[in-house]
Structures are given as structure tokens and as C-alpha cells.
């Protein structure tokens, strides 16, 4: 098998925030993007290059702009992409993407060069922008004024560490909701410090005689500095009416780990 059949198939694992929006002329176009998510470690006054490949997957010639936008999390973990309005530990004028405008045949595949370029007198810390992959809606011929064509978007996370600085962090809460026929469990994290994390841990549920009710992975989801968020976990079976007792270990890139205990009742 080609190594260009190879990409295509790692193009579509990685493949993240596609924003679809479907039109009356039922026509359906899809692209990837790989990496969706990079992590840097640039100097102050210094400069990074990287690559992201963008390949259309679709039958149809398809037109795409890059560009970059600021985004945060919402207290749910949303992602909230808002253009140029400032927001905090923001490196969205840091970047400078190229190509910034350009068309895929069917299968093609392109690289899109991007430069982070850190001021000199940057504060340590760690900063987020997304780059932006739209698709430029054409106009199949003979459509009737007033369709909506077909849009999608991928938005890949940027992420630049600058300087030496610590993870600070605590685990603050636990819930538990049953709203509906489903179970959930949420855990509210709050970042204090100057940099982002991400999460690697467990929640276990124990009956009151001290045996596994269940278990949740907990997700690798980031939590950006000088923020807190709640992250939901779905329980897989239900758990019966009853007292138990949740224990959480979550690490955050310290070398302790997080924990928490609390009591949930299942009506």
C-alpha cells in the first residue's frame, strides 16, 4: 500500500472539529487535517516552523482559507472560537500561516506552513490560538439563488509554552446527575496557574462494603490557565439505587497526583 493511501488513513483518525452544515443541494464535502493539535516550546524572542497537511477527501475539487483565531473553553469544556476578540493567554498574533488561500483537487494532498514568532519580553507561561481550515463554499452550477452551500471548518489547536513555569492546579469538586435514562459523573478542575494542563486519571465508585461499583477513564481534555471547567464522564451501565463513594486520582503533570473522595447517592 502507497504511503499516500497511508496518510489519508491517519488524516481521517485525526481528524477533529469538523463543522458541518448541510444545504438543500445535498452536497457533501470532507478534508483532513493532521496534526490537530501541537504543543511547542518556544524561547522568548525566538521562532518555530511547522507543518500541517490538509488533504480533501472528497470527489469534488474543493477551495479552502487559513487563518487564525482565538478561542477559549466554556465552563462545560465548549470550544468557543472567536475570531480576533482578545482573550487570555492568547498567541494568535504570534502566528503566520502560508498558504492562507488555496484549492485541492480530489485526494490531494498540501502542506500549510505556519511560523510562531515569540516577542522578547513574553511573560512565561502558556499560550493558545487555533489555525482555521473553511472550506470556501462555491456554487455548483445551475443552483437557484438563496441555497446555502455546503461548509465545513477544522480547526487545528496551537499551543505555546514559553519559558520554564509550573503546573498549578487543583481538583475541586465532584457531582453526580442522572438526568434522563443516563448516569453522569463530573469533576470541576480549576487552573491557577500560568499554563495549561491536561488530564490522565481515574474515578472508581465504590458500594458502601468497599467493593467496585465502576470504573471512568477520565478524559485527556485540557484545562487552560487561569480558568476551571467541569468534565463529564458517562457511566457505561447504570448503577442501582444506593449510597457509594467516589474516588478520584487525576494527575496534571505534577509529580503528585490530585484526589478526592465524596459521597453520591443513587435514587
Not at 504543543?39 to 525566538?46: A, H, I, R, T
Amino acid at each position: 500500500m502507497t504511503d499516500r493511501s497511508g496518510k489519508a488513513r491517519e488524516l481521517l483518525l485525526l481528524l477533529i472539529f469538523l463543522i458541518i452544515f448541510c444545504s438543500p443541494l445535498g452536497a457533501q464535502v470532507y478534508f483532513g487535517v493532521t496534526p490537530i493539535r501541537l504543543e511547542l516550546k518556544v524561547s522568548p524572542g525566538g521562532h518555530k516552523t511547522e507543518v500541517i497537511y490538509v488533504r480533501n477527501n472528497s470527489p469534488r475539487p474543493i477551495r479552502l482559507k487559513v487563518y487564525t483565531e482565538n478561542w477559549f473553553l466554556g465552563e462545560d469544556g465548549s470550544r468557543n472560537f472567536i475570531g480576533s476578540q482578545p482573550t487570555s493567554f492568547s498567541c494568535r498574533d504570534w502566528l503566520r500561516v502560508n498558504p492562507f488561500d488555496f484549492r485541492l483537487q480530489p485526494g490531494e494532498m498540501k502542506s500549510v506552513r505556519f511560523t510562531v514568532s515569540v516577542p522578547g519580553e513574553t511573560e512565561a507561561g502558556g499560550y493558545h490560538a487555533g489555525i482555521s481550515f473553511e472550506q470556501v463554499p462555491e456554487a455548483p452550477s445551475g443552483a437557484r439563488m438563496g441555497q446555502v452551500a455546503f461548509v465545513g471548518k477544522i480547526v487545528a489547536a496551537v499551543y505555546v509554552k514559553v519559558g520554564k513555569v509550573p503546573v498549578e492546579g487543583a481538583l475541586e469538586d465532584l457531582a453526580f446527575e442522572s438526568p434522563g435514562e443516563v448516569q453522569l459523573v463530573k469533576i470541576k478542575l480549576n487552573n491557577t496557574g500560568r499554563t495549561h494542563f491536561r488530564l490522565k486519571g481515574e474515578v472508581r465508585i465504590m458500594t458502601a462494603q468497599g467493593r467496585k461499583a465502576a470504573s471512568l477513564e477520565i478524559p485527556d481534555e485540557p484545562v487552560l490557565p487561569g480558568s476551571w471547567r467541569w468534565v463529564t464522564m458517562q457511566l457505561k451501565e447504570k448503577l442501582p439505587p444506593g449510597k457509594y463513594r467516589a474516588e478520584v486520582r487525576l494527575d496534571i503533570g505534577r509529580e503528585e497526583l490530585l484526589a478526592l473522595e465524596k459521597e453520591i447517592i443513587v435514587n
